[in-house]
């Protein structure tokens, strides 16, 4: 297949990328290279890409998703099989500073991503949720058959948005479309915003850790392999319609055009005080906390019913967070020398 991967210089993108070049697919990436955190790291990231031994099959595109000229001029020129669309204005907290960056990028961004599938007979659209669209739902675990009309940030409101945007395009041109809504990934060249990075790089620094929550939050944590799997399964796997669905008792993961929503979790949430001593472990040392109240915009718990992936693509997450954190541990200490 020829697949169009955005946010490929990004954690997950960069990820899939790999995987789909491994498998024989002609992978076109696609990447802003923002700011938003050390762009050194997304060059590195997308070096890998390129030093794989099938890498003459992929094609890097430097471009925005929200140049609309531009995305439209792609799509018409490469004719995708499929997308998996990865790029987008990431961080609940961020979302709080910059809203203005959350419209741009997921939902101006995403709305030609949608155009450039329907203009030009895309097969299938993977694109990534959220497990933060559940926002202040406290039924646990998070099944996809739950309301989420709740959100408690903005970047949970633009996913959201998504999943309603996609839906359109599917009943009105018959797209099929599938959300992933994945659960607080980490793992090998993750991103330096989010809890296991700056953990690490303070306590190897001697300095003391923010622990929000007074650490008694929980979150699913997903490792970066099962999270790969999981958007590949689906990939393979077109969104189809729900024969049985019915708008007098809608089912919200479902429908009755070709569109799907899924959890991506590894269905074991954990307390961030367990997450945080599992990676002292392997550091060799003791974290200084700097016990802090749950952040605005922040859940208190996520935890993934992935019943759905099982039950349609046989998803399995196989990889425990001793196994993942002491990889990541590991890639960290290589990559800066430590």
């Known amino acids: 297949m020829k697949v ?12 899939v990328s790999l995987y789909l070049l491994e498998r024989g697919d002609e992978v076109v990436g696609l990447d802003n290279l923002n700011d938003y955190y050390d762009v050194n790291l997304k060059l590195d990231r997308l070096k890998r890409v390129e030093q794989h031994k099938h890498a003459f099959n992929f094609t890097f595109v430097k471009m925005s998703v929200e140049d609309r000229e531009g995305m439209e001029a792609l799509f018409a020129e490469h004719k995708f099989d499929k997308v998996v669309h990865l790029a987008a204005q990431a961080g609940v907290r961020y979302s709080l500073e910059n809203p203005h960056a959350y419209i741009d990028a997921n939902i101006v961004g995403y709305m030609n991503v949608l155009e450039g599938c329907r203009h030009n007979k895309v097969a299938h659209l993977v694109y990534a949720s959220s497990s933060s669209v559940y ?27 998504n999943e309603l945007m996609a839906h ?9 479309t ?75 993961g479902s429908s009755k055009a070709p569109w799907k929503v899924y959890n991506i979790g590894a269905q074991t949430p954990v307390e961030l005080m367990d997450y945080i001593e599992t990676l002292e472990s392997h550091l060799g040392k003791v974290a200084e906390k700097e016990l802090l109240p749950l952040q605005l915009g922040d859940v208190p718990d996520t935890y993934a019913d992935v019943e759905a992936l099982v039950t349609d693509v046989d998803y399995r997450p196989q990889t425990n967070i001793n196994e993942g954190i002491g990889n990541f541990v590991k890639w960290y200490k290589d990559y800066f020398g430590v």
């Not at 359109?168 to 099929?176: F, M, R, W």
């Open 178 to 252: 599938t959300g992933l809504r994945f659960f607080t990934v980490y793992g090998p060249w993750g991103r330096p915003d989010m809890a296991l990075f700056l953990f690490t790089k303070a306590i190897l620094e001697d300095k003391p850790i923010k622990v929000f929550n007074y650490g008694k939050h929980r979150r699913d944590f997903t490792y970066i392999d099962d999270i790969v799997e999981g958007i590949i399964r689906t990939l393979d796997h077109n969104a189809e319609a729900n024969p049985e669905w019915s708008g007098k008792n809608p089912d919200p």
């Open 135 to 161: 926002g202040a739902n406290e039924s646990m675990p998070f099944s996809v058959h739950d309301n989420v009309d709740h959100p408690v940030s903005l970047y949970a409101a633009s996913k959201k948005a």
């Open 168 to 176: 359109t395009y599917s009943h009105l041109y018959n797209l099929p």
């Open 4 to 15: 169009l991967v955005t946010g490929a210089a990004g954690f997950i993108g960069s990820h």
